[in-house]
Nanobody, 118 residues
Framework: QVRLVESGGGLVQAGGSLRLSCAASGTILSFNNMGWYRQAPGKERELVASITRGGSTNYADSIAGRFAIFRDNAKNTVYLQMNSLKPEDTAVYYC????????????WGKGTLVTVSS
């Protein structure tokens, strides 16, 4: 059973920074891809950033240059460093892991709330 546990969310003023963590129950390198998604009230869940097993990263245009995804393989943890936060970044942030086997498996954490005040 794969477990992903997010932490690090909270309330921050616009322009501030937060670092989210996603601790996995297994070896993160066993996943083909790990990422962060977010869902704001009344909106669909969207990809924020992802990192492949090989270390390639991908970012949504809306956060490019402000957020960074990175990992600590020894701790089986993926991070999302969020700088220059804006009120529109307010959302529940979810950690995701993908396993591209014969069937694509998606694993999700329960989410952590980020609130950016203006």
């Amino acid at each position: 059973q794969v477990r992903l546990v997010e932490s690090g969310g909270g309330l921050v003023q616009a322009g501030g920074s937060l670092r989210l963590s996603c601790a996995a129950s297994g070896t993160i390198l066993s996943f083909n891809n790990m990422g962060w998604y977010r869902q704001a009230p009344g909106k669909e869940r969207e990809l924020v950033a992802s990192i492949t097993r090989g270390g390639s990263t991908n970012y949504a245009d809306s956060i490019a240059g402000r957020f960074a995804i990175f990992r600590d393989n020894a701790k089986n943890t993926v991070y999302l460093q969020m700088n220059s936060l804006k009120p529109e970044d307010t959302a529940v942030y979810y950690c995701n892991a993908k396993d591209f086997g014969s069937v694509v498996m998606n694993y999700w954490g329960k989410g952590t709330l980020v609130t950016v005040s203006s």
